[in-house]
Nanobody, 124 residues
Framework: QVQLVESGGGLVQAGGSLRLSCATS????????MGWFRQAPGKEREFVAG????????YYTNSVKGRFTISRDNAKNTVYLQMNSLKPEDTAVYYC?????????????????WGQGTQVTVSS
């Protein structure tokens, strides 16, 4: 059974930083691309960042470029999202997702496995 468990969310003031982690089990972590998505109240879940299976390629939605960094440690079966210069509009539930393909894709349906989500709240 594949499991993805996020951690690291919380309450932070605008301009602050948080580091999200996603630990995976039940599958060969290094063979699939990983992604982070988020869903704000009343909005659809959206792609935030993705990293290829090798870790060489990364992709970001425009609103987080230059502020967020995705990385992975295949030895620890874990993917990270470093979030700096946080803004109130970054407030959302953040989800980790895994897909069976090696390349990053940006839509929800491209990912087969999901974590339960972790809340990130940025106060102004």
């Amino acid at each position: 059974q594949v499991q993805l468990v996020e951690s690291g969310g919380g309450l932070v003031q605008a301009g602050g930083s948080l580091r999200l982690s996603c630990a995976t089990s039940g599958r060969t972590f290094s063979t699939g691309a990983m992604g982070w998505f988020r869903q704000a109240p009343g909005k659809e879940r959206e792609f935030v960042a993705g990293i290829s299976a090798s870790g060489i390629s990364t992709y970001y939605t425009n609103s987080v470029k230059g502020r967020f960094t995705i990385s992975r440690d295949n030895a620890k079966n874990t993917v990270y999202l470093q979030m700096n210069s946080l803004k109130p509009e970054d407030t959302a539930v953040y989800y980790c997702a895994a897909r069976n393909g090696r390349s990053v894709l940006t839509t929800n349906n491209d990912y087969s496995y999901w974590g339960q989500g972790t809340q990130v709240t940025v106060s102004s």
